[in-house]
Nanobody, 117 residues
């Protein structure tokens, strides 16, 4: 069974850090580019960070550049989030970018990140 399972979300104060993890199971995730998306209440889901299958290439939305870092290791994908701001509050989703390879995409169930004092 294909699964993407996110963890690591929670409540953090502004300026704090969190590390999100995504565990890929049931498919050869090492072949897939992977992404983190987020969706805040009342807003559309947006791409936050992207990493190629070989980790050579990464890309970030402008609002998180210099603060967030995406990485991967075997069947795990991570999002290190530093200097968090209230506007980073959202549900964060892990995605396996299968359509880029001619396959289907896979999504995780999401993990809540709340940045508040």
């Amino acid at each position: 069974q294909v699964q993407l399972v996110e963890s690591g979300g929670g409540l953090v104060q502004p300026g704090g850090s969190l590390r999100l993890s995504c565990a890929a199971r049931g498919f050869t995730s090492s072949s897939y580019p992977m992404s983190w998306y987020r969706q805040a209440p009342g807003k559309e889901r947006e791409l936050v960070a992207y990493i190629t299958s070989n980790s050579v290439g990464t890309n970030y939305v402008d609002s998180v550049k210099g603060r967030f870092t995406i990485s991967r290791d075997n069947a795990m994908v991570y999002l290190q989030m530093n200097s968090l701001k209230p506007e980073d509050t959202a549900v964060y989703y892990c995605k396996a970018e299968g359509q880029r390879l001619g396959y289907r995409d896979y999504w995780g169930q999401g993990t809540q990140v709340t940045v508040s004092s």
